[in-house]
């Protein structure tokens, strides 16, 4: 592999602490819409469905708009709320996901230490609403070299026709000089293998790594993405 010279970044979940926001949304959106409390039990059960229907776009089973209102369609049948309150939920928490920013450990300053070393890229499936709010609130707007959204693009990733937009904008650099960066196998790694760049799979947690994709860095801090770039 060559010296990398474009960092895409993944959002949620490896720049910036998804679960720590997306708890914080939930209950806020359960509180002004008059819902009554979200347990921390009913949490984890719109987790685990919404971790699903995510997976289902991915395979392009959805649409992204089935995605927003529909797990909370589901997710609201299994608790006895009016499913017809669906899509005002969802358009409320896309506002409240921008309120609480935390980065997940060593994400700002990595970014902050590739500036000017690399090119760094957001490339995101969150929508257009969620992701500005964040990027504005964390200061990586000013931080990165431009964001990729997959609702302005029009294709999701893992699929191809997303990065090969990406890279027209971006311009003309070798595939082996691009690296993508992000916690998502379905999402992110896929990805990278569907467009041909170089993989770099955040695994804080040491989970297994999977035979059927090419990982090329396994990492478990995401400060080692310098320690990569800088070879």
């Not at 994400?107 to 590739?114: M, N, Y």
């Not at 990406?166 to 916690?183: L, S, Y």
């Not at 990982?215 to 310098?226: L, S, W």
């Amino acid at each position: 592999m060559g010296k990398i010279k474009v960092v895409l970044w993944d959002i949620d979940g490896t720049l910036l602490d998804f679960q720590v926001a997306e708890k914080h949304a939930i209950y806020a959106c359960f509180e002004k819409l008059g819902l009554g409390q979200c347990t921390d039990e009913m949490l984890e059960d719109y987790i685990e469905i919404n971790a699903g229907y995510w997976r289902r776009l991915e395979r392009g089973e959805l649409t992204k708009q089935q995605v927003l209102v529909g797990r909370f369609e589901e997710f609201f049948g299994k608790y006895g709320i009016d499913a017809a309150k669906a899509p005002a939920f969802n358009e409320e928490y896309q506002l409240r996901l921008g309120d609480t920013i935390c980065f997940c450990e060593n994400g700002l300053e990595t970014v902050k230490a590739l500036k000017g070393q690399a090119l760094q890229y957001a490339v995101t499936n969150g929508t257009k609403t969620a992701q500005e709010r964040k990027l504005a609130g964390s200061g990586l707007d000013k931080l990165l070299d431009g964001v990729f959204i997959s609702e302005i693009i029009g294709i999701e990733k893992p699929m191809k026709g997303f990065f090969e937009k990406t890279f027209q904008e971006i311009g003309a650099f070798c595939k082996e000089e691009m690296m993508i960066v992000g916690d998502s196998l379905t999402s992110d790694i896929q990805g990278g293998n569907n467009a041909g760049i170089v993989t770099c799979w955040y695994n804080p947690a040491g989970k297994e790594r999977p035979a059927d994709l090419r990982i090329d860095y396994d990492i478990r801090d995401i400060g080692e993405v310098a320690d990569i770039v800088g070879r």
